[in-house]
């Protein structure tokens, strides 16, 4: 990547979420074309434009690929056109006739077709895939194709230039998306996640060891007694959740083995199976904790009786010194918990966690008319080519049509 990409002096305006890139959005004027020949007005106009459109294209592909035609519509109002029957339409336009609706006749605003001068550009993929919101620039969206991230109808897409069709449909690998899309982590995040490392690479004994007691034969774990409302049963229940959530929390998500995985899922069944219980329910973490603590009779307070519900045993209540946990055990079974959430807190992952919108994002948040995204599974749908329509064109652009005039002649000239 070149140097000063985003350079402050001599503004470049970039297809990119960048915070310097906003900044010389947001001062960014007209080119200046006074005291310049027509020539040197539209070099200028064709230089600042093709910085954002098609920045990584070469000028001879993207001269390979300009087109004369533009395609453009004219809404009708249906109003109208239940009134009439087209013979004022079919006679073409230029014939002189006004469309009158209500006795006023209509005038629309211009079309501006000069600013769909890029819009070849908007078929390629990387550009299909930054106008979706799948990436924060185009250099990433490229990236992701190169390395095989993006999928165009089914089949795996290595080519940023592909040229996308009407009803092609493109997604992502929801990971990548997540890491272009979401925030970067901060100081504390960042030591959060060497701690983990340190953990996991200290811990590795210890994953062996629990690994071979998991792969025990099923029949064995058959043959266990079903949990008993009984003090026993009680400690022999918190106990293995305790085991359950040291083997999980301990573990990389990215080097997780079978057994592993089992032992996940069954965590993640009998913490379901303690909470369905419960009526109250809600996501936080430690309300989530205080509700298990106090099905399994683990938060009473010391020295004092718990009262037998209708679950607990007939023979008295049980005293909670016998299953009061330490502080280090309690702090290990609410990280399980949060591990169970729907944005859960993965110091492993390259994005802050819980997962949050990257800054500066909410200036970009659009999403063009001639594309359809599915924002919940990364995928998108390519539905027509952009066209012009009277008073907007549907080609993003931040330069006005003064601009795009001056480089569609520039182009113009040498076809």
């Not at 453009?72 to 336009?93: F, K, N, Q």
Request: proline content about 7%; charged content about 25%; glycine content about 4%.
């Amino acid at each position: 990547m070149r140097k000063r990409f985003h350079g402050l002096k001599r503004l470049k305006l970039r297809q990119s979420w960048n915070k310097y890139n906003l900044y010389n959005l947001s001062r960014a004027t007209a080119p200046q074309t006074d005291r310049r020949t027509h020539f040197q007005a539209k070099w200028t106009a064709k230089s600042v434009s093709r910085a954002y459109h098609g920045e990584t294209v070469r000028e001879k592909k993207w001269q390979r690929l300009f087109r004369r035609k533009i395609n453009s519509v004219v809404p009708i109002d249906p109003t109208y056109l239940a009134l009439t029957d087209g013979s004022i339409e079919a006679a073409g336009r230029g014939s002189g006739k006004d469309i009158i609706i209500e006795g006023k006749p209509s005038k629309p605003p211009k079309t501006p077709h000069m600013n769909m001068v890029y819009a070849p550009l908007e078929r390629r993929l990387d550009t299909a895939i930054f106008r979706a919101l799948f990436a924060s620039s185009t250099r990433q969206a490229r990236q992701f194709c190169v390395h095989g991230w993006v999928m165009v109808n089914g089949k795996k897409m290595q080519y940023p230039g592909y040229q996308l069709n009407p009803g092609d449909m493109f997604q992502v690998e929801p990971e990548r998306v997540l890491y272009a899309t979401g925030a970067t982590k901060d100081a504390f995040e960042r030591r959060a996640t060497r701690r983990f490392r340190k953990s996991i690479s200290s811990s590795e004994e210890n994953a062996s060891e629990t690994s071979a007691e998991a792969d025990s034969p099923p029949e064995e774990k058959a043959q266990e007694p079903a949990p008993s409302p009984s003090l026993d049963n009680s400690r022999k229940m918190l106990t293995n959740l305790l085991k359950q959530a040291k083997s999980a929390v301990l573990t990389p998500s990215a080097d997780l083995t079978a057994s592993r995985k089992r032992d996940i899922r069954a965590f993640q069944q009998t913490i379901k199976r303690t909470l369905s219980r419960i009526n109250a329910v809600t996501d936080d973490v430690e309300r989530q904790f205080q509700n298990v603590a106090q099905e399994l009779n683990i938060s009473a307070p010391a020295g004092a009786g718990i009262e037998p519900d209708a679950h607990d045993s007939p023979s008295g209540p049980v005293d909670a010194k016998e299953l009061a946990i330490s502080d280090a055990e309690k702090s290990l079974l609410k990280q399980a918990i949060a591990n169970l959430r729907a944005n859960p807190v993965d110091p492993s992952k390259p994005y802050a966690t819980p997962w949050r919108p990257r800054e500066y994002m909410s200036a970009f948040a659009f999403v063009p008319r001639y594309l359809e995204v599915h924002h919940r599974i990364c995928s998108a749908v390519y539905l027509r080519h952009p066209v012009a329509r009277p008073g907007w064109a549907e080609v993003p652009t931040p330069y006005g049509i003064e601009t795009n005039t001056l480089a569609f002649n520039w182009y113009l000239r040498r076809r």
